[in-house]
Nanobody
């Protein structure tokens, strides 16, 4: 079971760190997605079991995905937040090894509950 937490209300330019606790080492890839009102669920970032990281262009350079050494928690450090980052953020876990699947919600088998991130201008 995955549990995501750490969301909140911040101002543009602020930072937040999301956490997702679960059996990280059991999966090939862990990812973060977000869902904003009126939009489709969007890939944000992923980290493979080997530690390789992948980012959406919209967050590259501002967000960092990482995990703890015990491989029981993943993090999403979000810096320089913008109002357009406002969304419900979900963590997900998958067993697929195909790289292209890391960027799609269909590539993940398990999902945690979302955590709301709201960025005011």
């Amino acid at each position: 079971q995955l549990q995501a937490f750490g969301g909140g209300l911040v101002q543009a330019g602020d930072s937040l760190r999301l956490s997702c606790a679960g059996p990280v080492r059991s999966f090939r890839v862990m990812g973060w997605f977000r869902h904003a009102p009126g939009k489709n669920r969007e890939f944000v970032a992923a980290i493979s079991r080997s530690g390789s990281t992948y980012y959406a262009d919209s967050v590259k350079g501002r967000y960092t995905i990482s995990r703890d050494s015990a491989m029981s928690t993943i993090y999403l450090q979000m810096n320089s937040l913008k109002p357009e980052d406002t969304a419900v953020y979900f963590c997900a876990a998958g067993s697929n090894t195909i790289l292209s699947s890391f960027y799609s919600a269909n590539g993940y088998n398990y999902w945690g509950q979302g955590t709301q991130v709201t960025v005011s201008s």
